[in-house]
C-alpha cells in the first residue's frame, strides 16, 4: 500500500513539474506578412516572414486502423482489470452507442465522465502478436510545435514505435522506440531525451520511461518530447529563440525532423504487468487510448499567416505572391527571381523573400529595317529597308507615307518617293514612262525595292 501511495505521488510530482514548465506556446509570432509604411516615393509595402498560428491538429486529420476490425464490439466482449483478473466489468459492443469504442473518441474533447475512448479487440489469439497501426493523415504537411501526446485508458503499451511520414504515407521513418526493454525488444541501448545534444538530436533512441508496468497506471501518458529537443538551442525556457530560428534556416535536416504528412503509432505488445501472460484470462490485454495531442500549424514555408480548411483539405492562404497549398512556387507572371523560402532572420521580421514582376522589356530597335513575313511561308522573315518613314525618307511633293512600305503620292506626282511630275500630254516624258529607263536607271531606293520584290518571287517559287 506505501509502495502504491510513493509511485501515485511521484506520477504527480512528474505531471506538476512538466506542466509548470515556462516554454513559449508557440516559436515565436509572425502573423503580419505585409504592413504599409512610407517611403520617400510615398506608401509603401512591407514584406514579413509570416506563418499561421500553432493549433490543435487533430481537428483536420484522418485515421485509419490496420487491420480494419482491430476495434472491440464485433462480437461483444467483456474485458478485465489487468491488475485484477476478477474485476471484469468493461464490456464493448458495438452495436450499442453507449457500450461502442470507435477510433474517432481518441480525439474528442476530453473532461466527460466517464472518459472516452478507443478500444481494440482482446490478445485471444495469444501468443500470435497483437499488433496494430494507428496512421494519422493531414493530406498537407504540417509543422509541430509541441509535444506529441497519447494517453492511455489501458496500460501502457510494453513495445511501441512512433513513425513518420513526409511524404503522404508512401515511406516511413521512426521518431521513437518504446519499450520496457529497448535491448530486449529493439537491441537498442535506452535512451531519455535528456541524453541527446544538439549534435545528436536527430537521433532515433529507444526510451523505457513510458513502459513501465500497471503499478504505473496512475500516469497514462506516452510522449514524444518536441520542446525538449527545442531546448536543445533555445535554452531551458525557450528564451533564446533566435538561436534555434537561426539553426532551423540553416539546417534543412532539422527543419524536416519537425515536419510531417502523416503520423503512424504501432502498437506492438500491450501491458501484461508482469513477466508472463496469463493465458487464462487473455480478456485482461487489449490497448484503449482516450486521447492524442499533436499540436503544430500548417507548413506555407513563411509566406501565409492563416491556413484553412476547406472541402476537408487544409490549405496555405498564400501572400508574397507565391502559391501553391505550400506557398512552394511563385504565382503566374511574377517569376523576376527563382522562388526561396522565407526566413526567420532577423528577428522579430524575418525576411519575405517575395516573388517579383520581371522588369518590363524595351521593344526591339531595327534602325530604319523591318520584317516581313512571306505569306507563302509564314515562318520566313526577310529583312528588307524601309520604303519611307517621314523622318529621313520622306515622301515627296504632299505624298504620305503608308506602313514604311509606300509613298501615298498627291495628284499629279509618280515614283517611288513622288518625286516626279505624271505627264500631261504625249511626248512630254517619255523617258520617265519607258520600262527601259525605269529598270536601267533606277534611283536607289527603287533598285532596293526591286531586288526585294525579285526575292520575294524566288521563295514563292521555291
Request: hydrophobic fraction near 35%; aromatic fraction near 10%; proline fraction near 7%.
Amino acid at each position: 500500500m506505501l509502495w502504491s501511495l510513493l509511485f501515485t505521488l511521484q506520477a504527480l510530482c512528474a505531471s506538476v513539474a512538466h506542466a509548470m514548465q515556462h516554454y513559449p506556446a508557440a516559436w515565436g509570432h509572425y502573423d503580419v506578412c505585409k504592413s504599409q509604411i512610407y517611403t520617400e516615393e510615398g506608401l509603401a509595402w512591407d514584406y514579413m516572414a509570416c506563418q499561421p498560428e500553432a493549433t490543435d491538429m487533430t481537428k483536420y486529420l484522418r485515421v485509419a486502423l490496420d487491420p480494419p476490425n482491430i476495434t472491440c464490439g464485433d462480437p461483444p466482449e467483456t474485458y478485465c482489470a489487468l491488475e485484477n483478473p476478477y474485476m471484469c466489468n468493461n464490456e464493448c459492443d458495438a452495436t450499442t452507442e453507449e457500450l461502442a469504442h470507435p477510433p474517432e473518441l481518441m480525439f474528442d474533447f476530453e473532461g466527460r465522465n466517464p472518459t472516452t475512448f478507443w478500444q481494440s479487440t482482446s490478445w485471444k489469439k495469444y501468443p500470435k502478436p497483437l499488433q496494430v497501426n494507428l496512421t494519422l493523415s493531414w493530406n498537407k504537411t504540417i509543422e509541430l510545435t509541441d509535444d506529441i501526446v497519447l494517453t492511455f485508458e489501458s496500460g501502457r503499451p510494453e513495445q511501441m514505435v512512433l513513425e513518420k511520414s513526409l511524404d503522404y504515407g508512401r515511406t516511413w521513418t521512426p521518431y521513437q522506440f518504446y519499450a520496457t526493454d529497448c535491448l530486449d525488444a529493439f537491441t537498442m541501448e535506452p535512451k531519455t531525451v535528456n541524453d541527446l545534444t544538439q549534435r545528436t538530436l536527430l537521433d532515433i533512441i529507444c526510451t523505457e520511461d513510458y513502459s513501465r508496468g500497471y503499478v504505473w497506471k496512475n500516469d497514462k501518458t506516452v510522449r514524444f518530447e518536441i520542446k525538449d529537443r527545442f531546448a536543445l538551442f533555445a535554452g531551458p525556457r525557450l528564451h533564446n529563440m533566435a538561436s534555434l530560428y537561426g539553426q532551423l534556416d540553416t539546417t534543412k535536416n532539422l527543419r524536416d525532423f519537425f515536419t510531417i504528412t502523416d503520423l503512424r503509432i504501432r502498437l506492438l505488445k500491450p501491458a501484461t504487468g508482469a513477466t508472463m501472460v496469463d493465458e487464462n484470462n487473455l480478456s485482461r490485454y487489449f490497448y484503449a487510448i482516450s486521447d492524442i495531442k499533436v499540436q503544430g500549424r500548417c507548413k506555407c514555408n513563411l509566406h501565409a499567416n492563416s491556413c484553412v480548411f476547406d472541402k476537408g483539405k487544409l490549405g496555405c492562404e498564400c501572400e508574397h505572391n507565391t502559391t501553391g497549398p505550400d506557398c512552394s512556387r511563385c504565382k503566374r507572371h511574377y517569376h523576376g527571381r527563382a522562388w526561396s523560402v522565407g526566413s526567420y532572420l532577423p528577428i522579430p521580421k524575418g525576411t519575405a523573400n517575395i516573388c517579383n514582376a520581371p522588369p518590363p522589356q524595351s521593344p526591339p530597335k531595327f534602325n530604319h529595317l523591318f520584317l516581313v513575313p512571306v505569306s507563302t511561308f509564314p515562318e520566313i522573315f526577310i529583312q528588307i529597308p524601309r520604303v519611307c518613314d517621314n523622318a529621313m525618307l520622306r515622301c515627296q511633293n504632299g505624298g504620305t507615307c503608308h506602313h514604311h512600305q509606300r509613298c501615298h503620292c498627291s495628284p499629279g506626282f509618280t515614283g517611288v518617293l513622288c518625286e516626279r511630275a505624271r505627264c500631261q500630254g504625249p511626248g512630254e516624258c517619255d523617258d520617265q514612262l519607258s520600262g527601259r529607263a525605269f529598270f536601267h536607271h533606277p534611283p536607289p531606293i527603287g533598285r532596293q525595292l526591286a531586288l526585294f520584290l525579285i526575292l520575294i518571287l524566288i521563295v514563292s517559287l521555291c
